[in-house]
């Protein structure tokens, strides 16, 4: 590559990396309470209490991509909303067909899913970093509450990325410059 096309691969590669969909990515850790439904817990036994409740901690990880990187909002409807790829790995939330939505205001997103039978509801608000967990299989079975935090998980920042990726092409303008000059 000779230097004077170097302006226009760098170009091209500064838009590539600027004009995407946003990623955002959380870990959640979260405490409150749960039953395991039935009599499990008690002691002694209550039949007429319908679930004992324990304390409990959940970890888990939300990340999710929006069309673009802009303020709005999208909607997570199944596989058919604005929002790809949303994952929160609670509960059954992973293998259920979600519905619900996010705002972004200023770069900070909230939002709220929840399961397709509304037995599971994950709410988040970054500006806030809190999070909610409340799940409810029905009378007698599993339940829980939990309420806590959102802290980032660090991606690489595009600066570096694209110092790299400069450092890899003078490395092959250099290597071709070597090339010609042996034969």
């Known amino acids: 590559m000779r230097p004077r096309h170097w302006p226009a691969a760098i170009a091209l590669l500064a838009a590539a990396v600027t004009a995407h969909a946003e990623h955002f990515q959380y870990r959640v850790d979260l405490s409150g309470t749960y039953s395991e439904g039935g009599t499990d817990g008690c002691y002694p036994p209550d039949f007429n209490q319908p679930a004992c409740p324990q304390p409990g901690k959940l970890t888990a990880t939300l990340s999710f991509d929006t069309p673009d990187n802009s303020d709005g909002s999208y909607s997570i409807e199944g596989n058919f909303g604005d929002i790809t790829d949303f994952s929160v790995n609670l509960g059954e939330m992973p293998e259920d067909s979600l519905f619900g939505g996010v705002n972004v205001v200023n770069g900070a997103p909230n939002g709220s899913v929840q399961a397709a039978d509304q037995s599971e509801t994950f709410t988040f608000d970054w500006a806030s970093r809190s999070a909610t ?17 959102l802290s980032a998980v660090p991606e690489p920042a595009p600066t570096p990325l694209m110092l790299t990726a400069l450092a890899g092409m003078v490395g092959v303008a250099l290597r071709r410059g070597a090339r010609r000059d042996r034969t």
């Open 133 to 149: 967990y409340v799940y409810d299989y029905g009378y007698h079975n599993p339940n829980g509450s939990f309420a806590g935090t």
